[in-house]
């Protein structure tokens, strides 16, 4: 049967826990794939922005033809322009090439002093970036730098204009999201781990002012009309278990998912790793539309079926294919039949989207990930 929906609607109608005319289909592939369809060199996007990975992701959408599910156009409101023109302009440089590596380092003056920082990031011809190494893990010296590259980005968009321009080019193939993060502890800062134990109440009140700046942006990300706002940080719950995440995170994930409810517009969260804690928190005790990507075992602690069964009348649901077994290292038969069992375990009654586990790799073949789209075409029409 031909679909009736646009991808758009059809995302929109299953993050609302409602039934489209198909299962939506949406692989996560938000970083390292659409860089390699670019064919050019990962530092080019992720450190020369040409083109930023936004805008390499939503040509990826439309060469695999699936429901497009940009998780967070870059934006920076008036408010945060404004607080940053306080601060110290940190500026990337570039302190040592190789054939396959760019070493950068922050440097700004400060107190009429040129001031560098401790770290550095490195930019890869084939990867992601690393950030925030320490200078003596890659023999970088400590002291400044006597010969350095200022980094000029080869496309620059300012304050919103980048979220603009993504709505635009997505149209009616996908969907565009705002987001904001939660606080709480940072499994990437294991000193905030340390520090919910040596200084408790610190910390509180660090999770406190969090909330209120992040409460605050979303009521001005609302309204600029996302189409739906993506809450948390990835493995949130690896560091927040449930007692912490209901002292220091659950507050602000209840705040945020009413306002957004409020305002007629989706909320969803992210967040790898263990979560079926936090699926049951958010479908019984706050107003969150939407939740991926429900890892299964080792990574995670979700089945589908389970988590369908308990909560799947309450929120919606969005994953899980494994990103290594199945989309990396399978055949397109074993996706096919790994998205069939999805499908059937929890695709009743809408509320469902097809997806990954968190992050394709690189190296997924593409007819894998075209596979999992002729799939939720076909053998997930309602």
Known sequence: MPLTMTPRARMLTAM?????????????????????????????IYLYQDPPRWKAYLNAVRYFGFDGWLDNAPVQLP?????????????????????????????????????????CNIYYIDNPPTRGLALAKVDLPERAPTEWEDVEPRTHYEGVEAFLEAKRLMGDAGVVSLAVGLPGLNVREPETIYAYYDDHAGTVARCRAEHERIVRRTKELLKLGPDFVLIGMSGHMIANPEPIFRELSLPTLQEVSALCKAAGIPSQIHCCGPEYALVRMAAEESDLSSINPLEIPPMGDCHLDEVKRAFGAKIGLMGNLHTTQVMLMGSPAEVERAAKQAIDDA???????????????????????????EVARTYGQY
């Open 16 to 44: 609302r826990n409602r039934q489209p005319d198909a299962v939506p289909v949406a692989p996560d592939i938000s970083n390292m794939i659409p860089c390699r369809l670019t064919g050019k060199p990962f530092w080019d």
């Open 79 to 119: 408010y945060e322009i404004e607080e940053a023109a306080e601060e110290p302009a940190w500026r990337e440089a570039i302190v040592r090439r190789t054939p396959e590596r760019i070493y950068t380092r922050q440097h700004a003056t400060i107190d009429g002093v040129d001031t560098w920082s401790e770290t």
């Open 347 to 373: 695709a009743a009654g809408g509320g469902f989207i097809l997806s990954t586990g968190d992050q394709c790799g690189r190296d997924t073949p593409d007819e894998n990930i075209f596979k999992l789209v």
